[in-house]
C-alpha cells in the first residue's frame, strides 16, 4: 500500500511535470507520513545523502568541465583531433568522435561535452557541407564517451547509490576500453554515413603541425593525467584529485593558455553551481526514496520475481538492459542512476556479475538514453546548437543508436572487456 | 509492537547473528508481543543518523559503537578515552556493572535505553614501517584515525601525526604511503587486507570502546514491565553470544593475518603509552571536570 | 584551405521574461544565492588544496576540510535548488503535459507547482525541526553546531516558497491558456 503511494504519487508527479527531484522528493516525503514515520528523518536523508565524502568530486569535476569551455581547453583537443584524423573521408565526423574520446577523459559529463564539442564544431561541419543532422547525430552520441571513460562523475553517483562498498579507482580504469570501443564503433559508423553522403576530406596539415597540435595541447590533457592519475595511483583521494583537476584547470587556463577572463570565471562558477545543485538535490531526494524502498524490501522482492520470470542468466541481464533503456528514454540519468542502482544492482550481483561491470554497462545504457527523444538532455542541447528540430536529428540517428548498442551488448555479455584493467590493478 | 532495527554489520558478522539470535528470543519470550526486523549492512543509514532516527522514533532498536555516541551523550565520550581499561575483561566487569548503569542512566536522557553491552574488541596500532614497542615508535608517523579530536590528539602525543580520513580510502592510502598506518581490531584489519599494505600490528590496545544493543525510550516505555525484563534478558543472551563468536572471530582473523605475512608484536611496557596519554587526559579533564571521579572509578574496577 | 577551429562565441544569457518590482526583486533574490553558493564552491576547491598541501609538504594534515566542505556543500545544493525553481533550470519530464490541451495543461502546471511548493513549506517546518534537534551536537573535528549544516533546509523552504508562490501568482494572474509561459 505505501509502496503504491510511493510510485504513484512519484508517476503523478513526473506527468504534470514537476522536476524530478521535487516529484520523488514529495512522494517520500508524504509515504513517511503515511507509514507515521517522522517527517523529521526523511528530511535527515536529504542532508546526509549530500554530506558525503566522494560526493564532494561532483562539483570539483563539473567546475574543472567548465573551465575547459571557457578556458579554451575544448578547442585545443579539437584542433588536435582534426590535425589527426581530419584527412579521413568525412574527416570532421572522425574529428568529432576523437575529439569527445579526449574531452571524456577531462570531462564527467556527457551533456559539457556535448554543449563544449558541438558549440565548436557544428557551426565548422554546416560551413564545410555537412548536413545538420548529421553533425548533431555524431556530437550526440559520441558526447557518451564523457561518462564512460573516466572521470566520470556520474561513476561517483554509482558507487554511492550502490552504498559504497565498490572502489571508483576499478570503476574508472574499467570504464577504458569500453568506452574507447564505443567511440572506434562511432567512427565506424561516421564513416559509413560520411561515405554514403559523399562528405569531403580535410587535406593532412603535416605532421609538423600534428605535433605542434599535440603539443598545444597538453597543458590542457595533463588535467585529465591529475584526475585520474591522482586517484588511480591512489596518491590521493578521487576528491583530492578533483579539487586538484579544477586548481590546476584555472591555472592552465588562465595563466597558459591565458584565455580565461574574469567574465568566464565567474560564469563557470556559477554554471558548476547550477549543475552541481540540480545533480545533488536529486541525490537529496533518491536518498530519502530508497530508504522507504529498504523498508519495503522492494529490492529483494524483484529478485525473487524475476527469477520467478527466468532462470537464465542472458534473459536476463536482456531485460534488465530493455527496462533500463526505455526508463532512459524518459528520464535523465542521474536519477535513474539514484533509482535503479539500489534495485538492480543486487539482481545483477545474484547472477554473478561483478558490480563494476554493471556500472559500466549502467552507465552505457543510461548514456544512450541521453540521446534519445522523448528525454535526453544531450540531444536537446545538440538540436539547440545545431538549430535543427529534435524529430529531424533522430530520424537519421539509428546507425549510431547502432554503433552503442552492439558496445553495450558486448560490455554486458563479455566481462573481459570491462574487468580486465580492474582485475590487473587489483 | 513491529520493531525496525539498524546494524551496520553485514550477514554473519558476530553481531549480526547475535542480533538475530536477540531479536527471535525476544519475539518468543513475550509470546509474539514485540516482533523485530533488523536491517543489517547500515542500509538506514550512517551511525549518528541511526541515532537521530532512535530519538525519532523511525527505528526502535539498535547495534550501536560507543564511539560516535560521544557528540549526543557526553558521558560516554569517556569511552573513547586511550588506554581507559587494561583489557577486555576489564571492560566486561565495568559495562556489566554500575558503569554500564551509569552510561545507560546518561541515554535514558537522551531517549535511548542499553539493554546490554557486546565486545568491538580491542584496537591496536599497524603501520607499513616497523613494529612499534614504545611510544616513540610512532614519531613522525601518519596514522589514520576515526573523526575525533581526542584520537588526532592521542597520536599527536606519541610524537605522530593523526589524519581522520574516510574509512574506505585508507586501503589505496597505506599502498602509496599517503599514510603509514592506522589503527583497529584484528578482525577489521585482515577482513580490509589492510595486512597486505601495513605488515607490522603492534598490540597497544588503546581504545576498547564496547558496542550497545539500544532501543528506543519511547518504544521501550510501552512495553508492560514483564516484556521488558524478557526483552532485557534476551540481549544480555545474545550479548554472551557475540562476545563468544567475537573472540572466536579474533583468532581467526590473527590466524589469517599471520598466515598472510603480517608480524603481530606484543607491547611489554603498556605503562609507557598510558603516560604518554598524560596531556591527552589532562585536555580531556579540563573540559570536563565533572567526569574526574567516575573515570577513577571505572579504572578501578 | 586548413580547417580553421575557433572558440565558441558565449550564448547570451536568456532575458528575464518577467519585468516589474516584484520580479526584479526576485531575480536579485536569486543572483544572490547563487553568488553565495558561488563563493562556497570556490571556498571548498581551495580548501581542499590546502588539504593535500598540507598533508604532503606540511606533514600535518588539516582536519577540518572534510567536515567544513561536507556543510558547504549542503548549502550549495539547497541554494542551488531553489534558485533552479525560480529560473526552471530543473530536469523534469515535461513532454507529457505539454502533449495536453490547453486546460489540462494549465492544470498541470498549476498542480506541479503546487508539488513544488508543498514540498518546499514541508521542509522549512521539518528543517526547523531538524535545526533544533542538531542545536545541542557538535559536527566532529569541527567543533560547530550539527545545526549549521541542517539549516540550509529550512532556508531553502522558505526560498522555494517565494519563488514557487510568485510564478504560480503570476500564472493564474495572466490565465492566458494558449500561448507558451
Ligand atoms: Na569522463
Ligand atoms: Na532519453
Not at chain 2, 508481543?33 to 539498535?62: H, T, W, Y
Not at chain 2, 549526543?72 to 566486561?92: A, E, K, R, Y
Amino acid at each position: 500500500m505505501g509502496l503504491m503511494l510511493l510510485f504513484g504519487l512519484f508517476a503523478l508527479g513526473l506527468f504534470m511535470g514537476a522536476p524530478v527531484a521535487f516529484a520523488l522528493a514529495f512522494a517520500s516525503v508524504v509515504t513517511f507520513a503515511f507509514e507515521g514515520l517522522p517527517l523529521q528523518i526523511a528530511f535527515q536523508r536529504f542532508s546526509s545523502g549530500v554530506s558525503v565524502f566522494s560526493l564532494l568530486a561532483i562539483p570539483f569535476f563539473i567546475f574543472a568541465g567548465e573551465l575547459m569551455l571557457q578556458g579554451g581547453i575544448a578547442t585545443r583537443l579539437v584542433r588536435l583531433a582534426a590535425a589527426a584524423v581530419g584527412s579521413i573521408r568525412g574527416g570532421l565526423g572522425t574529428v568529432n568522435v576523437t575529439a569527445s574520446m579526449f574531452f571524456g577523459g577531462i570531462s564527467g559529463s556527457a551533456v559539457a561535452d556535448t554543449s563544449a564539442l558541438g558549440s565548436i564544431l557544428i557551426p565548422v561541419m554546416k560551413e564545410k557541407g555537412y548536413d545538420a543532422d548529421y553533425a548533431v547525430n555524431v556530437t550526440v552520441t559520441s558526447s557518451i564517451a564523457g561518462i564512460v571513460i573516466p572521470p566520470s562523475h556520474n561513476m561517483i553517483l554509482y558507487t554511492v547509490a550502490a552504498g559504497g562498498g565498490i572502489s571508483i579507482s576499478s570503476l574508472f580504469i574499467a570504464g577504458i576500453v569500453p568506452g574507447v570501443l564505443m567511440c572506434l564503433f562511432l567512427a565506424v559508423a561516421a564513416y559509413a554515413v560520411a561515405v554514403k553522403r559523399n562528405y569531403p576530406a580535410e587535406d593532412f596539415p603535416g605532421w609538423q603541425a600534428l605535433l605542434i597540435a599535440f603539443l598545444v595541447s597538453i597543458p590542457g590533457l595533463l588535467t585529465a593525467v591529475i584526475i585520474v592519475g591522482g586517484t588511480l595511483s591512489g596518491i590521493m583521494t578521487v576528491t583530492e584529485s578533483g579539487a586538484f583537476g579544477a586548481i590546476y584547470a584555472v591555472i592552465v587556463t588562465a595563466f597558459v593558455y591565458r584565455e580565461l577572463t574574469w567574465e568566464g570565471f565567474k560564469r563557470a562558477v556559477l554554471n558548476a553551481v547550477t549543475t552541481t545543485s540540480m545533480v545533488m538535490i536529486l541525490v537529496a531526494a533518491a536518498n530519502a526514496f530508497a530508504f522507504l524502498l529498504t523498508i519495503y524490501r522492494v529490492p529483494e522482492q524483484l529478485t525473487m520475481l524475476l527469477q520467478f520470470v527466468s532462470d537464465n542468466p542472458i534473459v536476463i541481464l536482456l531485460m534488465l538492459n530493455l527496462i533500463l533503456l526505455m526508463l532512459g528514454m524518459i528520464m535523465d540519468m542521474a536519477a535513474l542512476i539514484l533509482i535503479t542502482t539500489p534495485i538492480f544492482l543486487p539482481v545483477a550481483t545474484q547472477l554473478g556479475m561483478d558490480p563494476v561491470q554493471f556500472g559500466i554497462m549502467l552507465m552505457m545504457n543510461l548514456g544512450l538514453g541521453l540521446c534519445t527523444p522523448p528525454v535526453g538532455s544531450c540531444l536537446f542541447v545538440g538540436c539547440v546548437i545545431g538549430g535543427i528540430g529534435i524529430e529531424k536529428a533522430v530520424r537519421t540517428m539509428w546507425p549510431f543508436y547502432l554503433a552503442i548498442l552492439v558496445a553495450l551488448l558486448l560490455v554486458t555479455y563479455v566481462p573481459a572487456i570491462s574487468m580486465t584493467l580492474p582485475n590487473m590493478l587489483t | 509492537a513491529d520493531w525496525r532495527g539498524w546494524n551496520i554489520h553485514p550477514e554473519g558478522y558476530p553481531n549480526t547473528v547475535a542480533l538475530e539470535q536477540f531479536a527471535k528470543d525476544a519475539e518468543a519470550a513475550t509470546e509474539g508481543r514485540v516482533k523485530m526486523q533488523v536491517f543489517n549492512g547500515g542500509v538506514l543509514g550512517s551511525q549518528p543518523d541511526a541515532i537521530e532516527q532512535i530519538q525519532a522514533g523511525a527505528i526502535d532498536f539498535a547495534n550501536f559503537n560507543m564511539g560516535p555516541m560521544g557528540p549526543i551523550v557526553p558521558l560516554t565520550n569517556i569511552l573513547s578515552l586511550p588506554f581507559l581499561f587494561t583489557g577486555v575483561d576489564q571492560m566486561h566487569r565495568a559495562m556489566d556493572g554500575a558503569a554500564g548503569d551509569a552510561f545507560d542512566a546518561a541515554m535514558q536522557e537522551k531517549g535511548i535505553v542499553a539493554l546490554a553491552w557486546y565486545d568491538s574488541g580491542s584496537r591496536s596500532l599497524y603501520n607499513s614501517k616497523k613494529p612499534i614497542t614504545q611510544p616513540a615508535d610512532v614519531e613522525g608517523m601518519k596514522f589514520r584515525v576515526m573523526n575525533n579530536q581526542l584520537f588526532v590528539d592521542m597520536i599527536g602525543a606519541m610524537g605522530g601525526n593523526g589524519t581522520p580520513m574516510a574509512f574506505s580510502e585508507v586501503f589505496q592510502s597505506l599502498k602509496t604511503g599517503v599514510i603509514d598506518g592506522a589503527e583497529n581490531n584484528y578482525p577489521s584489519y585482515e577482513s580490509t587486507n589492510h595486512f597486505e599494505a601495513a605488515k607490522f600490528y603492534s598490540i597497544t590496545e588503546h581504545l576498547i570502546i564496547p558496542e550497545c544493543v539500544c532501543v528506543a525510550k519511547a518504544s521501550w516505555d510501552k512495553l508492560s514491565a514483564e516484556d521488558q525484563a524478557a526483552v532485557k534478558k534476551a540481549a544480555r543472551d545474545s550479548a554472551q553470544t557475540q562476545r563468544r563468536l567475537w573472540a572466536e572471530r579474533e583468532k581467526a582473523s590473527r590466524k589469517m593475518v599471520e598466515a598472510g605475512g603480517a608480524t603481530v608484536n606484543e607491547v611489554a611496557d603498556k605503562a609507557a603509552f598510558q603516560a604518554a596519554m598524560q596531556p591527552v587526559y589532562e585536555n580531556y579533564l579540563k573540559e570536563n571536570p565533572d567526569q574526574a571521579d567516575f573515570i577513577k572509578q571505572i579504572q578501578g574496577m | 584551405m586548413p580547417l580553421e577551429i575557433n572558440d565558441p562565441q558565449p550564448v547570451a544569457a536568456p532575458r528575464p521574461d518577467q519585468t516589474g518590482p516584484v520580479a526584479k526583486a526576485l531575480d536579485g533574490l536569486a543572483a544572490l544565492c547563487m553568488m553565495v553558493a558561488g563563493v562556497m564552491l570556490i571556498i571548498i576547491i581551495v580548501v581542499f588544496g590546502w588539504l593535500v598541501w598540507g598533508r604532503y609538504v606540511l606533514n600535518d594534515t588539516p582536519t577540518w576540510v572534510e567536515q567544513l566542505s561536507l556543510i558547504l556543500v549542503v548549502w550549495i545544493t539547497f541554494l542551488g535548488a531553489a534558485v533552479g525553481v525560480h529560473r526552471g533550470t530543473h530536469l523534469s519530464v515535461d513532454f507529457i503535459r505539454e502533449g495536453f490541451s490547453p486546460v489540462p495543461r494549465f492544470v498541470a502546471r498549476i498542480l506541479a507547482d503546487l508539488i513544488v511548493f508543498s514540498f518546499g513549506a514541508i521542509m522549512a517546518w521539518q528543517g526547523w525541526t531538524l535545526v533544533s534537534a542538531g542545536m545541542g551536537r557538535a559536527v566532529p573535528m569541527l567543533g560547530v553546531s550539527e545545526a549549521w549544516r541542517v539549516a540550509a533546509l529550512p532556508v531553502s523552504g522558505v526560498l522555494i516558497i517565494i519563488f514557487v508562490s510568485a510564478r504560480i501568482t503570476r500564472m493564474v494572474a495572466n490565465r492566458n491558456l494558449t500561448t507558451e509561459d
